[in-house]
């Protein structure tokens, strides 16, 4: 085999991942190997302090970079629970679902920030930033529940 057809895990543990929209989830930690098939299963990353870390499969990965790993798809399970504020910074409420199509986020169901708060949807493409929270961008429009 070339060279260039083989990578270690010294090469992915530690290097940042990357959706498709550019956004960091967070560091490399695992190689997950299948025993039988001695193949590479998926990754695990590391999403920052008190944040569970998140499997990701290798059916997700588009290509294992010199600086990062690039990932083909957006992995849902990254945004639910976290909160959704406004472009102003006022909390709106917390991801509770996720309306995907076949590969990609279309919208997130939001939970408003009170108990009796109707629940909302968000639309991907209404998404200014994504950190430690979700940031809409200041001319979403709310889609109605």
């Known amino acids: 085999m070339k060279d260039k057809e083989i990578i270690t895990s010294d090469e992915i543990l530690g290097k940042e991942a990357i959706d498709p929209h550019g956004f960091i989830l967070g560091v490399v930690t695992k190689v997950h190997i299948d025993k039988k098939d001695k193949k590479v299963i998926g990754i695990t990353i590391d999403m920052g302090f008190m944040k569970p870390d998140?499997?990701?499969?290798?059916?997700?990965?588009k290509q294992f970079g010199i600086d990062?790993?690039?990932?083909?798809?957006?992995?849902?399970p990254k945004f639910q629970g976290?909160?959704?504020?406004?472009?102003?910074g006022d909390i709106l409420g917390k991801i509770k679902n996720i309306v995907m199509d076949?590969?990609?986020?279309k919208e997130f169901e939001?939970?408003?920030k009170k108990l009796l708060d109707k629940k909302f949807n968000v639309k991907y493409s209404d998404i200014k930033e994504v950190g430690d929270n979700v940031i809409l961008k200041?001319?979403?429009?709310?889609i109605g529940r």
């Not at 998140?54 to 990965?61: A, D, K, M, Q, T």
């Not at 990062?68 to 849902?76: I, R, Y």
């Not at 976290?82 to 102003?88: H, N």
């Open 54 to 61: 998140l499997f990701i499969g290798i059916n997700y990965v």
């Open 68 to 76: 990062a790993v690039f990932l083909k798809k957006v992995p849902s």
């Open 82 to 88: 976290m909160d959704v504020l406004s472009e102003d």
């Open 102 to 105: 076949k590969k990609n986020i």
């Open 110 to 112: 939001i939970s408003g």
């Open 138 to 142: 200041k001319e979403y429009k709310r």
